[in-house]
């Protein structure tokens, strides 16, 4: 693996380690980074999505068989973030395909308490963000859950800022055009929200 041009990247010499197969180099790196990626995986996920520590674990493994591929155009922690944010995404996918979470309960129940409803409104996002193409929901993902900048998110994900600006602007029209279709049947659970709340 090339070295890193980000020659002040603390983990950069540990991701070399990794890539040239070093058990101890493997171990550090993924203590490194674990609450990083437990950190992704809850708002990603939602804190209370009971599958939260395993997604972090994935990411973590995901990662390290990665970093063969990482060439350094941005930060370890960077090209961590954006595989545990992939690999979240994914899980997410799957467990929709298979039916284990009713977005749709989720949003749509009658709810009379209002810390409750704006967690159901934040769930059934999350949920929705699931249904974009991969790449609008990573820069999403990347940009408006995790708070990354746009520079930052193009780094990560090697495309030119304006085509960042562009798959946001594109991500939140599709998130805008689902809420509307919801909205007719819980106007009382999404007054207020657009796709900008992302959480």
């Known amino acids: 693996m090339p070295h890193s041009p980000a020659h002040d990247d603390p983990l950069a010499e540990l991701a070399r380690g990794v890539a040239d197969g070093r058990r101890d180099a493997a171990q550090a790196l993924a203590a490194a980074l674990a609450p990083r990626a437990l950190g992704v995986a809850r708002r990603i996920l939602g804190p209370g999505d009971p599958d939260v520590e395993d997604a972090a674990q994935d990411s973590l493994v995901a990662v390290l068989r990665a970093l063969g591929q990482f060439r350094g155009e941005c930060s370890v922690v960077h090209y961590a973030t954006r595989i545990a944010a992939r690999t979240c995404l994914e899980r997410r996918r799957r467990a929709r395909e298979r039916g284990d979470v009713p977005w749709a309960e989720l949003a749509l129940d009658a709810v009379t308490d209002e810390s409750a409803a704006?967690?159901?409104?934040?769930?059934?996002?999350?949920?929705?963000?699931?249904?974009?193409?991969?790449?609008?929901?990573?820069?999403?993902?990347?940009?408006?859950?995790?708070?990354?900048?746009?520079?930052?998110?193009?780094?990560?994900?090697?495309?030119?800022?304006?085509?960042?600006?562009?798959?946001?602007?594109?991500?939140?029209?599709?998130?805008?055009?689902?809420?509307?279709?919801?909205?007719?049947?819980?106007?009382?659970?999404?007054?207020?929200?657009?796709a900008g709340g992302v959480a």
Request: glycine share 6%; with cysteine; proline share 5%.
């Open 118 to 194: 704006a967690a159901r409104r934040r769930q059934a996002v999350r949920e929705l963000v699931a249904e974009l193409p991969v790449e609008q929901a990573e820069t999403l993902l990347l940009r408006v859950v995790l708070g990354m900048s746009l520079p930052e998110v193009a780094a990560i994900t090697g495309a030119p800022v304006n085509t960042v600006r562009s798959r946001i602007r594109i991500a939140k029209q599709q998130l805008r055009s689902r809420i509307e279709g919801l909205c007719a049947h819980a106007p009382d659970a999404w007054a207020g929200r657009a």
